[in-house]
């Protein structure tokens, strides 16, 4: 119903197909587990070290979405990004590199966070993510652009911060467990 309401409003609606998912897998199923360059030596330096992670990939994907209808030609002006089923942390680190390019973003982070991943060979590892705010850090990058946040019980406070700080404003939405909204 969102989406229908939004092509109602004479919205176009993009839905991505992110690198190694659906069909550009190949008809594979998503990996569960990032790529490593071949090694006898298990060291995520060596991957890392020269390539993109998985995560990376796929929000370069959005990134390279947003300045195709950005600036492509025949094409709107104003971009918005909707990360919700698992999407929400792509949508904030692309929200974070595009900055103003994106006039507002939709995250529902699903109290995803960095720390919380056990391995390097996880599909959203992303180097230096933890040490440099995790996923509020990366919410906290997309200041003052407006912002749609779900996932959370609270707005993080360095994300509030510096939203604050930059006059911006943090919409903060509780979602159920089913989905729908609290508000």
């Not at 897998?25 to 390539?51: E, I, M």
């Not at 990366?138 to 510096?162: C, F, I, K, N, R």
Request: glycine share 14%.
């Amino acid at each position: 119903p969102p989406l229908a309401e939004l092509l109602h409003d004479g919205c176009a609606v993009v839905v991505a197909d992110l690198f190694r998912q659906g069909g550009s897998n190949g008809g594979q199923p998503a990996p569960l587990v990032g790529r490593k360059v071949r090694n006898p030596r298990d060291f995520a330096g060596y991957t890392f070290g020269y390539n993109e992670g998985l995560f990376a990939s796929r929000v370069q994907d959005l990134v390279t979405l947003a300045a195709h209808f950005q600036y492509g030609e025949g094409t709107t002006r104003e971009v918005h990004l909707i990360g919700v089923g698992g999407a929400g942390k792509y949508v904030a680190a692309a929200r974070a590199i595009a900055g103003g390019e994106v006039a507002s973003a939709a995250v529902d982070t699903e109290g995803f966070r960095f720390q919380d991943i056990a391995s390097w060979r996880d599909r959203d590892f992303l180097p230096g993510a933890v040490k440099y705010g995790d996923m509020p850090g990366l919410l906290a990058l997309g200041a003052p652009h407006p912002l749609w946040l779900a996932g959370e019980s609270v707005t993080p406070e360095l994300t509030q911060a510096a939203y604050h700080a930059a006059g911006g404003e943090v919409t903060l939405q509780r979602v159920n467990s089913d989905g729908a909204s609290a508000l």
